[in-house]
């Protein structure tokens, strides 16, 4: 089964997905792993289009789309529609290619052990809220002149649930503490400190916070991540001698402000099995 090409934010940008699904097969890659971001907006139609439309172009590519949650994916929805519809590994199956990885989620691929926790803080909430409020006040006026358009408002553009909870956080790593070799999230650990950090707001700490204490009980030789729409590697210390690298992706072109983005820099291919536990141990440059 080989590769899997992890891929930063997509924000459910259909032409650089579909552009994805290309380099997977360009790259040998027979699963694609989307660190967050990833469009999951199935209470509008577009967003279910774009379910569908990812989901074509993998089963015509032999590519299977696999995504956790990030601050902009309504991960509550995910749970409602696919909680009863589970492959043998446990990722809820929201299309047959298309397949998502709840918070805390644990497999096994090529013998490499895997962990995904989403979620994080969006810095533009009040925007959003604000945004769902006008949108109300618009739907209710509509009303008013016998409209019987239903209102796309609370829970449409900001989600509560976008970060973990300390009481979540708690359970997940209660119910399972054991070590993995490849971390995937949407947030960044707090200890990284990249050049460009649109995120280093004290708001965005205490889940920061959150992948840290997961980085230092899983431990893992590799962390990936996105949220930050920037593409950066570093090594930083989980505890006991152990080392983790954290490579971050950048997202699609649109949500990619920076100076010298290149599309390459929203993609990396693992090659399994991984042999992190000897990164892990060894401080790598
Ligand atoms: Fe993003
Ligand atoms: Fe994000």
New binding site residues.
Partial sequence: MGNVLIVG?FHGNTSHALAMVQVAVRENCARMFAV??FGAWEHMPSGRRYFDVVNRAAKKAGVTVYFLD???DKSSLLHEMYDERRDEEGFLVCRKFVRYAPRGHRWMWEGTRFAAFGG?R?TDKGWRLAREARKEEQAARRRGYGSSRRPMTAGTLWFPEEEMTDEELDALLIADSSPVDVLLT??KPRATEPKFNRKDRPECFPNQDRIQLVVQTLQPGLHFH??L?YRYTETIACGDGRWTRVEGLGADPEASSHPGYRAEQSWTVLQLPCATAELAESRAG
């Fill in positions: 934010d967050g971001d990030g601050n902009h994080a969006s949407h947030d996105g949220h729409h």
